[in-house]
């Protein structure tokens, strides 16, 4: 396996970016359960950047207008939520979006949740210690 994909509900360009940020802290009309673990108001929380480098494997953030065929393809219609990338170009639903509203914005909560995931689906990699 070679990663974790986390997939934003929103687009990354500077207009998608500015319309999240409407949607989510003026009007209440969007909302991404990743984007409330990963960052603050304005930019990343600090305890996520301190939780993302314990994670049992690297990390990758993407935007909806950023990902791979093989991602858009596994996310479609599950944003937000994390996959697992494997060295084949494969990937996996590891958390939906049901799965991150519940953390409640709380990174150390993904990070259980996606150490338990992984034990869960791939018991010979993950063993718990």
């Not at 209440?28 to 600090?46: D, N, P, V």
């Amino acid at each position: 396996m070679n990663g974790l994909v986390g997939v934003y509900d929103a687009d990354g360009t500077l207009l998608g970016e500015l319309r999240y940020w409407l949607g989510a802290h003026v009007t209440g009309k969007a909302h991404c359960a990743l984007c409330e673990i990963t960052h603050g108001l304005f930019r990343e929380k600090a305890r996520w950047r301190e939780v993302v480098e314990v994670l049992p494997l690297p990390f990758e953030a993407v935007h909806l207008d950023e990902r791979s065929p093989e991602v858009a393809e596994a996310s479609d219609g599950r944003t937000p939520c994390v996959l697992a990338a494997h060295a084949d170009g494969s990937v996996d639903l590891l958390l939906g979006p049901e799965e991150l509203v519940v953390m409640g914005g709380e990174p150390s909560r993904l990070a259980a949740a996606l150490s338990e995931a992984l034990r869960r689906r791939y018991p010979s990699q993950f063993a718990p210690t």
